[in-house]
């Protein structure tokens, strides 16, 4: 799961599913000033960041995914108490409607 710099849309929501079952916060932060629809986001604010708790894994959108993959070791420099990982194609390839199914869940 973390042997990756970026996640794309899909393994964003399976990670989030498997993170939260161990108690793990994901975080979508915004980096552009323009929300994802159908998810909440947080605008980057590094003050607020810091206060959540250790180990919450933050990803970072651009527009495209290519800004906050070249920054990737800036926040992971700056947030060395958290997890940092950029969104693939950033909010460029965003699906509002894309939902996982409950085969990708299943152990088939």
Do not use: A
Not at 13 to 18: D, S
Not at 65 to 93: A, I, M, Q
């Amino acid at each position: 799961m973390f042997n990756k710099d970026e996640w794309t849309q899909q393994e964003l929501y399976k990670n989030i599913v498997e993170l939260e079952k161990q108690g793990i916060e994901v975080v979508l932060i915004d980096t552009i000033l323009k929300p994802i629809d159908n998810i909440e986001t947080i605008t980057y604010n590094p003050y607020e960041m810091e206060k959540m708790p250790e180990g919450t894994v933050f990803v970072f959108y651009c527009d495209t995914g290519k800004t906050t993959k070249e920054r990737l070791d800036y926040y992971k420099k700056r947030f060395p108490n958290h997890k940092c990982v950029s969104l693939r194609g950033g909010r460029g390839y965003w699906r509002p409607n894309f939902q996982l199914q409950k085969e990708i869940n299943k152990d088939v």
